[in-house]
């Protein structure tokens, strides 16, 4: 789905939380942070341990569109359509 929206390949690859966070709280360390700081590393490392975790015992839905637009004023979109939309920036 990906690689025909970025016209290059992507693959996934599986890695622990920990290694997850470790690399998250890295980069939260570095130059390149930006916005990223270290809590908001954690943040992000157990949202998203929480949303696998919830995958593999079959709970698939994640979204609240109505809580969303409420409160971002914005709707919500798949990554699919944002990948579309900001090509450029991942190429």
């Known amino acids: 789905m990906f690689s025909d929206v970025l016209d290059r ?6 890695v622990s939380r920990g290694a ?4 998250l709280l890295d ?11 270290t ?4 943040h992000i490392a157990a949202c998203g ?3 696998a975790e ?6 698939t839905k994640y979204t609240d569109t109505d809580a969303f637009r409420r409160i971002t004023g914005r709707t919500p979109i798949t990554l699919h ?3 579309t939309e900001h ?3 991942f190429r």
């Open 9 to 14: 390949p992507v693959r996934f690859e599986p």
């Open 20 to 23: 997850w966070q470790k690399e």
């Open 27 to 37: 980069l939260a360390a570095s130059s390149r942070a930006g916005l990223l700081n």
């Open 39 to 42: 809590d908001m590393s954690r």
């Open 49 to 51: 341990y929480a949303v």
């Open 54 to 59: 919830g995958i593999e015992r079959g709970n």
């Open 81 to 83: 359509d944002y990948l």
């Open 87 to 89: 090509a450029t920036v």
